[in-house]
């Protein structure tokens, strides 16, 4: 256990020496380039074999990418760090814009790659891949050459990959470059008045005096509505550019590449959301109910994350540091002593302060085989959970450190297992300690408002997008048109059971301009259930299953997410019965919460 002060803020010395005006980094770079540029070389000139005795060199060319990988990410990991640190450290993000460039040339290798790996002939390939040196990282092999196979010749895929760094990319970084100039005035009642970031302001929307909330909502509205004409342009010619190449390549579907990327089928995801949409009643009434402990006839937007308790208790982040590591021991005594690890060694930016990116994340360096979490600590529940979440995150990539780095990929739904899972723990034990009937409610609004996010406000987000998208091919889609969309997705989502919307969240919120990953809602809430169903294996079974959700996680990079659930779960994903399972837990607390108010 921890017993002394904490620093919260983030060592990223041990990474590279001298934050962004780093010598370490800029030789670093410089030389990551010089070596990509080698390597593109080789690889242009290098043939694919047509002989099994031809296939020699071509380990060493695989074994050169991975290392090459493994350093582009330690690279852009730590630049993002840096930018998320501090939204005005131009340096900085100068420099994230030179590894998006070096990122685009790699994306550049990696289709050429894919494409020479789809000119072995079948007999040659399947040789290759059986190869002792190769055999463990088949999966991974097998899935590039699938993706040659769908897209276009690999001089086309260079030249998109070469417009993107100022085209798609380009207006992703728009949209952070407009989050980094909105100050937002606001006069708070106790701390009077101030110029807040985003990320500030945002932690005082689910302040527990409504006044306080709404008057922060209405501040980020306006805020936000500033911005109307350039989140508009971000968002509609980023998305066109997606759009455009999904054409050239033939792909009619938008959820095509969401859905390759996060290694699942189309049954899946419709058996999930149709099973949440299913059960959506039982969650309106937790929401009336909560309207109606906070003496409102309806909960409006800013109310549905309020905590239903008149006054929150604030913890210290030591003391919220030990509960994590006390609860994850319980379950398993590795979590525990790597979160104990990475919380002493300064692996987390916790610290409240202006200028920083709003929003949580966790991202690992390959090479030093280290992670580092981002977040804003303001001493709410919430925040205990964000912390044990992106321990979760942490832990997941540390089983897999062991793995070969192509097989250590794991998409975005399953990467969400582990930090999910974590915070059921912590929330759990948080609710078992609770010590009054008061705290037992408080503890069960604090979940169940994690599952409003996950079966609401995620499915409007994903009713929004992939309706945004179907206009988009049609054209620009206009501000009115996106507040109406957004509105729209919103009432279907959450039943209409709220008084107000957020029609700006298609501004306010970053998910929709993320362009690594498509279409950044989904696998939050498929994270979200999967883990909820390994949770609930994991109280039926006991510390016993703590080896078998290693071995789950391990598994997560090397295979789809039917394959893992088969294989560890003995489930099939494609049918409700799974899914059922997991919301059933939910469904459990909506019951205990309303059998507590009742009076």
Same mark, same amino acid.
């Given at each position: 256990?921890?017993?002394?002060?904490?620093?919260?803020?983030?060592?990223?010395?041990?990474?590279?020496?001298?934050?962004?005006?780093?010598?370490?980094?800029?030789?670093?770079?410089?030389?990551?380039?010089?070596?990509?540029?080698?390597?593109?070389?080789?690889?242009?000139?290098?043939?694919?074999?047509?002989?099994?005795?031809?296939?020699?060199?071509?380990?060493?060319?695989?074994?050169?990418?991975? *290392?090459?990988?493994?350093?582009?990410?330690?690279?852009? /990991?730590?630049?993002?760090?840096?930018?998320?640190?501090?939204?005005?450290?131009?340096?900085?993000?100068? %420099?994230? *814009?030179?590894?998006?460039?070096?990122?685009?040339?790699?994306?550049?290798?990696?289709?050429?790659?894919?494409?020479?790996?789809?000119?072995?002939?079948?007999?040659?390939?399947?040789?290759?891949?059986?190869?002792?040196?190769?055999?463990?990282?088949?999966?991974?092999?097998?899935?590039?050459?699938?993706?040659?196979?769908?897209?276009?010749?690999?001089?086309?895929?260079?030249?998109?990959?070469?417009? #993107?760094?100022?085209?798609?990319?380009?207006?992703?970084?728009?949209?952070?470059?407009?989050?980094?100039?909105?100050?937002?005035?606001?006069?708070?009642?106790?701390?009077?008045?101030?110029?807040?970031?985003?990320?500030?302001?945002?932690?005082?929307?689910?302040?527990?005096?409504?006044?306080?909330?709404?008057?922060?909502?209405?501040?980020?509205?306006?805020?936000?509505?500033?911005?109307?004409?350039?989140?508009?342009?971000?968002?509609?010619?980023?998305?066109?550019?997606?759009?455009?190449?999904?054409?050239?390549?033939?792909?009619?579907?938008?959820?095509?590449?969401?859905?390759?990327?996060?290694?699942?089928?189309?049954?899946?995801?419709?058996?999930?959301?149709?099973?949440?949409?299913?059960?959506?009643?039982?969650?309106?009434?937790?929401?009336?109910?909560?309207?109606?402990?906070?003496?409102?006839?309806?909960?409006?937007?800013?109310?549905?994350? *309020?905590?239903? *308790?008149?006054?929150?208790?604030?913890?210290?982040?030591?003391?919220?540091?030990?509960?994590?590591?006390?609860?994850?021991?319980?379950?398993?005594?590795?979590?525990?002593?790597?979160?104990?690890?990475?919380?002493?060694?300064?692996?987390?930016?916790?610290?409240?302060?202006?200028?920083?990116?709003?929003?949580?994340?966790?991202?690992?360096?390959?090479?030093?085989?280290?992670?580092?979490?981002?977040?804003?600590?303001?001493?709410?529940?919430?925040?205990?959970?964000?912390?044990?979440?992106?321990?979760?995150?942490?832990?997941?990539?540390?089983?897999?450190?062991?793995?070969?780095?192509?097989?250590?990929?794991?998409?975005?739904?399953?990467?969400?297992?582990? #930090?999910?899972?974590?915070?059921?723990?912590?929330?759990?034990?948080?609710?078992?300690?609770?010590?009054?009937?008061?705290?037992?409610?408080?503890?069960?609004?604090?979940?169940?408002?994690?599952?409003?996010?996950?079966?609401?406000?995620?499915?409007?987000?994903?009713?929004?997008?992939?309706?945004?998208?179907?206009?988009?091919?049609?054209?620009?889609?206009?501000?009115?048109? %996106?507040?109406?969309?957004?509105?729209?997705?919103?009432?279907?989502?959450?039943?209409?059971?709220?008084?107000?919307?957020?029609? /700006?969240?298609?501004?306010?919120?970053?998910?929709?301009?993320?362009?690594?990953?498509?279409?950044?809602?989904?696998?939050?809430?498929?994270?979200?259930?999967? #883990?909820?169903?390994?949770?609930?294996?994991?109280?039926?079974?006991?510390?016993?299953?703590?080896?078998?959700?290693?071995?789950?996680?391990?598994?997560?990079?090397?295979?789809?997410?039917?394959?893992?659930?088969?294989?560890?779960?003995?489930?099939?994903?494609?049918?409700?019965?799974?899914?059922? #399972?997991?919301?059933?837990?939910?469904?459990?607390?909506?019951?205990?919460?309303?059998? %507590?108010?009742?009076?």
């Amino acid at each position: 256990m921890i017993n002394e002060t904490l620093d919260q803020t983030w060592n990223l010395e041990t990474i590279f020496e001298g934050g962004s005006h780093s010598k370490a980094f800029a030789s670093f770079l410089k030389q990551l380039n010089e070596d990509l540029n080698q390597f593109q070389n080789t690889l242009t000139e290098t043939h694919a074999p047509n002989t099994d005795g031809e296939t020699t060199l071509w380990k060493d060319i695989i074994h050169k990418y991975e *290392a090459l990988y493994k350093r582009l990410i330690e690279g852009y /990991a730590f630049l993002e760090c840096l930018t998320a640190q501090n939204m005005k450290d131009d340096k900085a993000s100068q %420099l994230f *814009a030179a590894i998006q460039a070096t990122a685009a040339q790699f994306e550049a290798c990696s289709t050429l790659l894919e494409s020479k790996y789809n000119e072995f002939p079948s007999d040659v390939w399947k040789t290759f891949i059986s190869d002792p040196d190769m055999q463990s990282i088949s999966f991974y092999l097998n899935e590039s050459r699938q993706k040659a196979k769908e897209r276009l010749s690999a001089d086309q895929e260079k030249i998109i990959s070469s417009l #993107s760094i100022d085209g798609y990319h380009g207006w992703g970084t728009l949209y952070d470059t407009i989050v980094s100039n909105i100050s937002i005035p606001f006069d708070h009642p106790v701390d009077g008045k101030k110029d807040l970031s985003v990320g500030q302001l945002a932690n005082l929307i689910d302040d527990s005096n409504r006044d306080i909330r709404k008057a922060a909502f209405a501040a980020w509205e306006k805020a936000w509505h500033s911005q109307d004409d350039f989140c508009s342009a971000s968002l509609n010619h980023l998305a066109g550019f997606r759009l455009q190449t999904y054409k050239e390549r033939g792909w009619e579907k938008v959820l095509k590449e969401p859905l390759s990327y996060n290694r699942m089928s189309d049954k899946t995801l419709e058996t999930m959301w149709q099973v949440i949409t299913d059960n959506k009643s039982h969650f309106v009434k937790y929401l009336d109910r909560k309207a109606k402990l906070l003496g409102l006839e309806k909960l409006a937007w800013f109310d549905v994350d *309020a905590p239903v *308790a008149t006054s929150s208790k604030k913890v210290t982040y030591e003391e919220s540091a030990n509960f994590i590591i006390e609860h994850f021991h319980k379950f398993n005594p590795n979590m525990a002593k790597f979160a104990e690890h990475a919380i002493k060694n300064r692996w987390i930016e916790a610290e409240d302060r202006n200028g920083k990116r709003p929003g949580g994340f966790c991202t690992s360096f390959p090479l030093s085989e280290e992670s580092r979490i981002f977040m804003t600590f303001s001493g709410t529940a919430s925040n205990i959970s964000t912390l044990a979440h992106e321990l979760g995150h942490a832990y997941h990539q540390s089983v897999m450190n062991d793995l070969p780095y192509l097989t250590q990929h794991y998409a975005m739904n399953v990467a969400e297992t582990a #930090s999910t899972f974590a915070e059921m723990i912590v929330s759990d034990a948080a609710q078992a300690a609770a010590k009054t009937k008061e705290e037992q409610i408080s503890f069960l609004d604090e979940k169940l408002g994690r599952s409003i996010a996950f079966f609401m406000n995620i499915h409007a987000r994903f009713l929004f997008e992939t309706r945004f998208y179907e206009e988009r091919k049609q054209g620009i889609v206009g501000i009115d048109r %996106l507040n109406e969309l957004m509105l729209t997705a919103q009432k279907e989502a959450y039943c209409d059971a709220l008084s107000s919307y957020h029609p /700006a969240f298609w501004q306010s919120k970053l998910h929709f301009y993320i362009t690594d990953v498509p279409f950044y809602n989904f696998p939050y809430t498929f994270g979200y259930l999967f #883990s909820t169903g390994i949770y609930v294996k994991a109280l039926e079974e006991g510390a016993t299953f703590a080896d078998k959700y290693d071995a789950l996680l391990r598994d997560t990079g090397r295979m789809t997410v039917e394959e893992l659930a088969e294989k560890h779960l003995k489930v099939d994903l494609t049918k409700p019965d799974f899914w059922q #399972s997991a919301v059933d837990y939910a469904i459990k607390d909506v019951n205990d919460f309303l059998e %507590l108010t009742k009076d």
